[in-house]
């Protein structure tokens, strides 16, 4: 099982960026996928993810109106369209596979198969 996120940069604040999670090793259709970050000296938290079955979404309250979570089951790959950006959320981001459990989105400790994260910068 892998996943890699790609797609971080450098942004001024209010611009946009386009994560993608590529995903291999597993049947992509029956597993949620989660987007996470983590800030230096933070600790890792959610910020996206995206059901297997009927493309239920959820998004923690600061990216809430400004980010976008999507999958394209034919090309093994979820997207996160990050719009009007802003410097607090500059951090690696990744992506995972909800492993456990049944509640959705869960909780971090359900997610497993961890890529090695694509790090977003935003200036002021």
């Known amino acids: 099982v892998q996943l890699q996120a790609s797609g971080g940069g450098l942004v001024q604040a209010g611009g946009s960026l386009r994560l993608s999670c590529a995903a291999s090793g597993f049947t992509f259709d029956d597993y949620a996928i989660g987007w996470f970050r983590q800030a230096p000296g933070k600790e890792r938290e959610g910020v996206s993810c995206?059901?297997?079955?009927?493309?239920?979404?959820y998004y923690a309250d600061s990216v809430k109106g400004r980010f976008t979570i999507s999958r394209d089951n034919a090309k093994n790959t979820v997207y996160l369209q990050m719009n009007n950006l802003k410097p607090e959320d500059t951090a690696v981001y990744y992506c995972a596979l909800k492993a456990y459990g049944r509640t959705f989105p869960g909780s971090l400790g359900d997610y497993a198969y961890w890529g090695q994260g694509t790090q977003v910068t935003v200036s002021s």
């Open positions: 995206i059901s297997s079955s009927d493309g239920s979404t």
